[in-house]
C-alpha cells in the first residue's frame, strides 16, 4: 500500500449525510413560504453540491428562481446546516475500520468533495474522521471541481500522491467521470446517492459494502503495489 493514494468522495460514499442534507434543503425551502421536498427526490442531487440540490428542489415545485434569490435560499440552507452538520449524519458501515486499515498499511487518504472545503472539515472533525486524512479538497478549494480531472488530481497531489498510483472511490456518475477524465481508476459504491444504478456507470469495480473494498483496490493496484496490505 505504500505510495498508493486513495481518494474518497464524501457525501454518499464515506459519510451517509442525506438525513441532514434534507433536513437543510427543507428548512431553507419551508423558511420561504415553500413545501418541503421528499428526501428521495433530493438523494440524487446531492453529489452536485447543495446549489444544485436547492434549484432542483425549486423545479420540483414548478419553479425557478433568479440567482440572487437562489442566493438567499442558499444562505439560508448553509446557515442552518452548518450548526446541524453531523446531527444525524454517520460514515457508512465499515467505513471507519477501512480507513484505519489502509492508513495504518501505509495508504495516502485524501478526500475529493463537491462539498465546500469548510463544511468538509467541520463535519469529518464532528465524526472524529479528520485525523485519517493527508488532503481534503472542496468545490471551492481549487478554480475548478468535478467532475474537472484537476480537483482529483488537486486532490491527490495535496496529499502527496501521484495520479499514476491513486485510485478513486466514489458513488455516482459524477466521481466516475472526473475520475476517467484523470486517467484514475475509480471503484463506485452502490450504497451511495445515485441517480443511476450504479453498476451501469462504467466505473472499474463496484462494491456493496466497505469490507469488498480492499480486495477490489488490490485487483486495481497500480503496477509495483504490494500484492497485500500488512
Known amino acids: ?9 464524501l457525501d454518499g460514499t464515506l459519510v451517509d449525510t442525506a438525513p441532514d442534507l ?7 425551502l419551508t423558511g420561504f413560504g415553500l413545501a418541503p421536498v421528499a428526501g428521495g427526490l433530493l438523494r440524487p442531487w446531492i453529489g452536485y453540491g447543495a ?8 423545479r420540483e415545485q414548478g419553479s425557478e428562481w433568479p440567482e440572487p434569490e437562489v442566493d438567499r435560499l442558499l444562505e439560508r440552507f448553509l446557515a442552518f446546516y452548518e450548526r446541524n452538520i453531523a446531527a444525524k449524519s454517520r460514515p457508512f458501515p ?8 489502509f492508513r495504518g498499511a501505509g495508504a495516502r487518504l485524501a478526500v475529493c468533495t463537491n462539498k465546500r472545503e469548510v463544511l468538509s472539515r467541520e463535519l469529518l472533525a464532528a465524526l472524529d474522521l479528520g485525523h ?3 488532503a481534503l479538497a472542496g468545490r471551492d478549494t481549487f478554480p475548478v471541481s468535478k467532475p474537472h480531472p484537476d480537483h ?18 466514489g458513488d455516482t456518475h459524477v ?14 459504491c452502490t450504497f451511495g446517492y445515485s441517480e443511476t444504478p450504479v453498476r ?10 466497505f469490507d469488498e473494498l480492499e480486495p477490489a483496490i488490490l485487483a486495481l493496484r497500480p503496477s509495483r503495489q504490494p500484492l497485500a496490505l500488512d
Open 1 to 9: 500500500m505504500h505510495d498508493l493514494t486513495l481518494v474518497f468522495d
Open 22 to 28: 434534507i433536513a437543510a434543503a427543507n428548512h431553507a
Open 51 to 58: 446549489r444544485r440540490m436547492l434549484v432542483e428542489s425549486l
Open 94 to 101: 465499515g467505513a471507519v475500520a477501512a480507513l484505519e486499515k
Open 132 to 134: 485519517l486524512f493527508d
Open 152 to 169: 482529483l488530481i488537486g486532490s491527490i497531489r495535496r496529499a502527496g500522491g501521484e495520479p499514476d498510483r491513486a485510485i478513486m472511490i
Open 175 to 188: 466521481d466516475v467521470e472526473t475520475a476517467r477524465a484523470a486517467s484514475v481508476p475509480v471503484i463506485a
Open 200 to 209: 451501469t456507470l462504467g466505473a472499474d469495480a463496484v462494491i456493496d459494502h
